[in-house]
C-alpha cells in the first residue's frame, strides 16, 4: 500500500468520555424506626459526566469501626449526562442506633 502524504485528513481530537454520580438531595429519611423494619428512602442522583452511564447509590452506617454497608442500588439502563434519577435505597433496620451516610457514584 502506498501512502500519499498530501492526502491526509485534519487532525480530530476525541475526548476521554466520564460518567460522574453526583449526590443531589435525599427524601423520605426517618428519625425513628423499628427493630426489622424496611427504611426506604429516595435519593436524588445526577450524572455529572460527559457520557450516559449507569448511577449508583449506597447506605452504610458510620457508627461502626469498620463501617456497615446497608444497601447498593443502582440504575437499569444508562442515564444521560445532566440528567437527575431518583434511586430509592433500602435496608432492614438493625436492633440499635444508626448513623447513616449516602454515598453516590457510578458503575464501571
Not at 427493630?35 to 452511564?53: H, K
Request: charged share 20%; glycine share 6%; proline share 6%.
Amino acid at each position: 500500500m502506498a501512502w500519499h502524504e498530501d492526502e491526509r485528513s485534519s487532525t480530530y481530537t476525541i475526548s476521554l468520555g466520564n460518567v460522574e454520580g453526583k449526590f443531589v438531595d435525599a427524601r423520605n429519611i426517618p428519625s425513628v424506626a423499628a427493630v426489622g423494619s424496611t427504611v426506604e428512602i429516595e435519593v436524588d442522583v445526577r450524572n455529572d459526566g460527559n457520557m450516559p452511564g449507569v448511577l449508583a447509590c449506597k447506605l452504610f452506617d458510620v457508627s461502626t469501626t469498620p463501617e456497615t454497608e446497608l444497601s447498593y442500588v443502582y440504575t437499569a439502563s444508562n442515564v444521560d449526562p445532566g440528567v437527575t434519577v431518583t434511586l430509592a435505597p433500602s435496608f432492614t433496620m438493625p436492633n440499635k442506633d444508626i448513623t447513616l451516610q449516602i454515598a453516590t457514584g457510578h458503575e464501571e
